[in-house]
């Protein structure tokens, strides 16, 4: 058995010598530093725990994960290859622009609006106010120019005159007719109001009346005095007939308020 081996080695030294004289400088130490990478990789995969991973990657092989993941990174490679550097910048100007959203509707605190947005879904509030809000965007399409200034003119004279109101004491007048509400003459100062209308002609005369007689009593000459003046007014017929009217007004007066 001895004997048999005794060829094979005597024709591995050959080979071994054969391959050592073929062998240059450069060779030798392209192989010495290929073998020092071998073995500086197999130390790395001994202390990054690598071998913990071979059954993850066994079970992916299995069941073709591992063939989805490397069609994504081809697939991701290919989408490198064909973005432009136009649309890497417009890509990350989005990216960067979504951010900065996000973290402004956290710092917002939109989140505490999210209840009362659920509920507006719910009772269709939400769809009543975007119905609204196209109202007023097809009412603003549809506004000219002059249409507008003349709105803002009459928003102008609105404020002005409210401005006005409050000046003159419009609260007091508020509170005038509130404390006629609590009272009830307001209902019938209301209830009344027709009957004061219809007599307003009638009040007019008597005002006019007054003042006519007003004036005339200041232009005429001062009354004689004594008996003989007296009795010449009372056998005066428009005398007797203006006693007759006040005694026929003061009559109903004091029907009217209950002493007759």
Do not use: Y
């Not at 991701?76 to 290859?81: K, V």
């Not at 006005?164 to 609260?171: P, S």
């Amino acid at each position: 058995m001895n004997a048999s081996l005794i060829p094979v080695n005597s024709e591995a030294e050959k080979l071994v010598e054969a391959a050592r004289d073929a062998l240059t400088d450069d060779m030798v130490a392209r192989l010495a530093n290929t073998v020092g990478e071998a073995v500086e990789l197999l130390d790395r995969v001994n202390r990054s725990g690598l071998d913990k991973a071979v059954p993850i990657l066994a079970e992916m092989v299995d069941n073709g994960d591992l063939a989805r993941l490397a069609q994504l990174a081809r697939l991701l490679g290919s989408a490198e290859d064909a973005m432009t550097e136009d649309m890497v910048g417009r890509l990350t100007g989005a990216f960067g622009g979504g951010l900065e959203l996000i973290d402004q509707v956290n710092r917002s605190g939109i989140e505490n609006a999210l209840p009362t947005i659920s509920r507006m879904v719910a009772a269709g509030d939400l769809d009543r106010l975007t119905d609204m809000a196209r109202l007023v965007a097809s009412a603003q399409d549809a506004m000219t120019d002059d249409m507008v200034n003349r709105l803002a003119g009459t928003f102008g004279d609105a404020l002005n005159l409210m401005d006005r109101l409050m000046r003159c004491g419009i609260d007091r007048l508020v509170g005038a007719v509130e404390q006629l509400e609590a009272s009830g003459a307001l209902g019938k100062l209301v209830d009344a109001l027709p009957v004061l209308v219809s007599h307003a002609k009638n009040v007019e005369r008597v005002l006019g009346c007054l003042d006519a007689t007003i004036q005339e009593e200041k232009n005429s000459a001062p009354a004689a005095g004594g008996i003989g003046a007296l009795w010449s007014i009372m056998r005066d017929p428009e005398t007797v007939a203006t006693l007759r009217f006040f005694m026929a007004l003061g009559g109903r007066l004091r029907t009217a308020c209950g002493q007759a």
